[in-house]
């Protein structure tokens, strides 16, 4: 039997002031390969993610998801106390991520200058709505707004209905991009020299994602629109109802994958001959004739069918599912991506990190309950036990584990 890898972020400790998605997603990212994240939680109830809503015995959906394997420890950052067992905690830290509202970890003097003069091995990751420096600079910013002001929600929907794709992913991808940002750092620095620090911006982030769009707007002159589930870049490539109530999606990215559908799956090689569908801009200029001749094959058979038939031809295809579909969904049941967590109320299923890395299990730890770990921490720190009530006496950390 192969022996379990050893954690790729074993030993490295990470402290994180964050809230919602974006930190958390980021510091869950890197507990997932091995490192310790202690979550500093506000006494007065935590991260506000906490209270989204209580489906998941009575915990919410969004703080279970992005919060396993860390340790929460509760302290007032407004009291002097708080901010000294902080500093205690980043003595010991090789991280610091944080995504508080605009100038708060400047207010705290915990921005990535003052974390570099008072801890200079520590790399401070601050994430942001807008960056530093711009009209909007100073905005707080939630991932609906930022994907508003990014342009996402416009090449979202469909023409003159606009929408937020569904994930947060203005967070997630803020959260990814700071977990890369770190570990490309550990695997690159050198004590001996100062830690560089990290600021990753929503909107950045998210122009990032609209690179495609931004590219074809600037050389064409034409914002796109958007086009439900479909893409402005080829065609065919949609979602099409099926004889069965099903709605399969088929795409072809390339001209080998159209003559294959025209003329193996639909049968119509007056399609696949036609000069008007000889390349895919040609397509795309005229997409509805594609798309109505491919809903009327698809309306007169079955999804098993359509879906054989499409994985012979060699044509990419799937079944439109929704997230109760997903649950059940056998790619992920064969291939054991579930898993139990602890939470403080009881297990709950979770899925595995998507990398799979050759002879490594990530731990999989328990979501924390709000200050559970804060007097083991400050025992770590050298806290006795008189110490840590006396702090709890002033207000600087929270009831034990609450």
């Known amino acids: 039997m192969p022996q379990q890898s050893a954690a790729p972020l074993a030993g490295v400790t990470v402290v994180a002031l964050e809230q919602a998605v974006s930190a958390p997603m980021c510091t869950r990212a890197l507990a997932d390969f091995?490192?310790?994240?202690?979550?500093?939680?506000?006494?007065?109830?935590?991260?506000?993610?906490?209270?989204?809503?209580?489906v998941v015995n009575g915990q919410a959906a969004h703080f279970v998801w992005v919060n396993r394997g860390k340790e929460s420890v509760t302290l007032d950052l407004k009291s002097d106390a708080g901010r000294d067992i902080l500093h205690r905690l980043l003595d010991r830290a090789d991280v610091l991520v944080s995504n508080l509202a605009p100038g708060a970890t400047a207010r705290l003097g915990l921005s990535p200058p003052d974390v570099a003069r008072r801890h200079p091995n520590v790399i401070a990751v601050e994430i942001d709505g807008y960056g530093s420096g711009g009209p909007l600079s100073h905005k707080r910013a939630y991932d609906l707004l930022v994907q508003a002001e990014s342009g996402v929600c416009s090449v979202t929907g469909n023409p003159g209905a606009p929408a937020k794709p569904g994930p947060p992913v203005a967070d997630v991808t803020s959260g990814l991009y700071s977990a890369l940002s770190i570990m490309a750092l550990l695997v690159g620095r050198d004590r001996s020299a100062p830690a560089p620090s990290i600021t990753v911006s929503l909107f950045d982030t998210m122009a990032e994602m609209m690179g495609y769009h931004l590219t074809y707007a600037r050389h064409s002159g034409i914002d796109q629109q958007p086009l439900g589930m479909?893409?402005?870049?080829?065609a065919p490539y949609g979602a099409y109802p099926t004889a069965d109530g099903h709605t399969v999606v088929l795409g072809t990215t390339n001209d080998r994958e159209w003559q294959r559908l025209a003329r193996e799956l639909l049968g119509r090689n007056d399609l696949a001959d036609d000069p008007r569908f000889a390349g895919n801009a040609a397509r795309v200029a005229h997409r509805p004739i594609l798309d109505e001749a491919i809903a009327d094959w698809c309306a007169r058979h079955d999804l098993a069918k359509i879906q054989d038939a499409a994985d012979a031809a060699g044509i990419g295809n799937a079944r439109y599912n929704t997230p109760s579909d997903v649950l059940a969904h056998p790619q992920l049941a064969e291939r054991d991506r579930w898993r139990s967590i602890d939470t403080p109320a009881g297990p709950i299923p979770s899925l595995l990190p998507p990398p799979v890395i050759?002879?490594?299990?990530?731990?999989?730890?328990?979501?924390?309950?709000?200050?559970?770990?804060?007097?083991?921490v400050l025992g770590e720190l050298g806290f006795t036990d008189t110490d840590i009530a006396a702090l709890r006496g002033q207000g600087a950390i929270g009831q034990a584990g609450s």
């Open 34 to 54: 091995g490192a310790r994240v202690i979550k500093v939680e506000n006494p007065d109830g935590g991260d506000f993610a906490r209270y989204y809503d209580d």
């Open 230 to 234: 479909s893409s402005p870049a080829v």
């Open 358 to 376: 050759a002879g490594y299990q990530p731990p999989m730890g328990a979501v924390p309950g709000l200050g559970e770990h804060t007097d083991a």
